[in-house]
């Protein structure tokens, strides 16, 4: 029957949107969105991040279309990252470790998100960033490497999406009773529509270890990649990176306590041997420019090493 006196809704004041965080069904991943509409998603296989667009949805990372997505080798694309060793091991303490070491190939945790405070402007989008944490520690290696089974350590890796930018950044604890040595990179692959017009300012004049041609050099303008690339900086975390696209700034980075930068392409014939980097062209859609810390550090038994870098995408 219908109700002559129909009860009338209860206004309620507007909410304010908040950032939405989700976990993929098989707990493989964790994608989080702004309510402006920038999103980043983490694959917890090396935490590694797999995605990165703006509100209108542009894709700032590159990830190769044979990437193996499944747990069973580290992501060709996206920030893989690289810890406690960098490159093939090449130091007492990391000798017989994997390429990059093994953080890129450990199932990490999803510890939480937290997010900035929302605004309660009129207008207001909500909140503007949101912070995802992951975890890994030594208990949750698959195997520990030999090499690797007198330490303990735990690491906070905390991923914050922001309006225009994302930040990445390392807790690393010396949880056991020896000290340790590590190194440690964001081994970043962006996007970018043709490497033909793209360059990396900031790196002017400052001397880099060549690990295509040998020894020391440097350039006197920025750099241009018209051949393979792989060069290790030393420069003050104080210098702004940027990549430049069609002489626009692309990408700009701000680093906190990683003093080294290693830049990155293949090129043509390297990448013909790399059996998970696809399509044919894929070496002109990247540039992988690596903030970290090829330097060793000496982690003492009981101390914290933190450091991470801030991606301006524009
Ligand atoms: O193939 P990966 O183990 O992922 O390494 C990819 C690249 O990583 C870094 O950029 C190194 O400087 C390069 O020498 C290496 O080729």
């Known amino acids: 029957m219908e109700r002559s006196n129909k009860p009338s809704a209860i206004p309620v004041s507007p909410t304010i949107p908040t950032p939405q965080v989700s976990i993929s069904e098989d707990n493989s991943r964790v994608t989080a969105s702004l309510p402006t509409g920038e999103s980043v998603e983490v694959l917890l296989f090396g ?8 509100a209108k949805g542009k894709e700032n990372l590159f990830v190769s279309s044979k990437a193996h997505l499944d747990g069973s080798k580290a992501v060709r694309g996206g920030i893989p990252l690289v810890f406690p060793n960098f490159g093939p091991s090449s130091n007492k303490a990391t000798e017989g470790l994997p390429q990059h070491g093994f953080a890129r190939t450990s199932k990490w945790e999803y510890l939480g998100k937290s997010s900035s405070e929302s605004s309660t402007l009129p207008n207001s989008s909500g909140d503007s ?7 890994l520690s030594n208990t949750m290696l698959d195997k520990i490497p030999s090499e690797w089974k007198d330490y303990q350590f735990g690491i906070t890796y905390s991923v914050t999406l922001g309006r225009d930018d994302l930040e ?8 056991g009773e020896k000290d340790f040595e590590f190194q440690t990179l964001l081994h970043s692959y962006w996007a970018i529509d043709n490497i033909s017009n793209v360059s990396v300012s900031g790196l002017e004049k400052v001397s880099f270890a060549d690990k295509v041609g040998g020894g020391n050099k440097e350039e006197s303008g920025a750099i241009t990649v018209s051949s393979e690339v792989d060069r290790v900086y030393h420069v003050d975390p104080s210098q702004e990176i940027a990549i430049i696209e069609k002489d626009k700034p692309r990408f700009e980075f701000t680093r906190d306590m990683l003093p080294d930068v290693v830049v990155w392409n293949p090129w043509i014939e390297k990448s013909k041997t790399m059996s998970d980097l696809a399509p044919e062209d ?4 990247f540039i992988c420019v690596e903030t970290g810390s090829v330097s060793w550090n000496t982690l003492e038994a009981g101390d914290t090493w933190e450091g991470g870098q801030r991606i301006k995408a524009l």
């Open 282 to 285: 894929a070496y002109k859609r």
């Open 168 to 175: 990445t950044s390392l807790a690393i604890r010396n949880t």
């Open 129 to 135: 960033s949101v912070k995802l944490d992951f975890g």
């Open 47 to 54: 935490a590694t991040v797999l995605s990165w667009k703006t």
